[in-house]
């Protein structure tokens, strides 16, 4: 009996968690070593217009910033990852699967 409540209060706050990042336009991702996407939320279609199947385990992260500042942009990045310091709303852009530019404030 506890179990099952347990199993469903788990079940109504995860759908809580996806309403929030959907009516947020927040993207939840995780990258390995390398900066390969490894997990990318749904919310990501609302945002950039790639599925999550599109971007894990094929794309970089710096893959969907703009190729004109890119190499500025991975230097700054792998500054704050290898800081292992936490980061808030680091403001960048990224561009969208039809072509348009969209900014972004990334934490982690």
């Given at each position: 009996?506890?179990?099952?409540?347990?199993?469903?209060?788990?079940r109504?706050?995860?759908?809580?968690?996806?309403?929030?990042?959907?009516?947020?336009?927040?993207?939840?991702?995780?990258?390995?070593?390398?900066?390969?996407?490894?997990?990318?939320?749904?919310?990501?279609?609302?945002?950039?217009?790639?599925t999550p199947?599109?971007?894990?385990?094929?794309?970089?992260?710096?893959?969907?910033?703009?190729?004109?500042?890119?190499?500025?942009?991975?230097?700054?990045?792998?500054?704050?990852?290898?800081?292992?310091?936490?980061?808030?709303?680091?403001?960048?852009?990224a561009?969208?699967?039809?072509?348009?530019?969209?900014?972004?404030?990334?934490?982690?």
């Amino acid at each position: 009996m506890l179990r099952k409540k347990a199993e469903t209060l788990l079940r109504e706050n995860e759908t809580r968690l996806v309403e929030l990042t959907s009516q947020s336009r927040t993207i939840a991702w995780e990258t390995d070593t390398d900066g390969k996407y490894t997990y990318v939320s749904n919310v990501v279609s609302l945002v950039l217009g790639y599925t999550p199947d599109e971007l894990i385990g094929k794309m970089h992260y710096c893959d969907l910033h703009p190729e004109k500042n890119r190499a500025h942009f991975i230097e700054t990045t792998q500054k704050i990852l290898h800081s292992n310091a936490s980061f808030h709303e680091y403001e960048h852009k990224a561009v969208h699967k039809n072509g348009q530019l969209v900014w972004l404030a990334t934490s982690g």
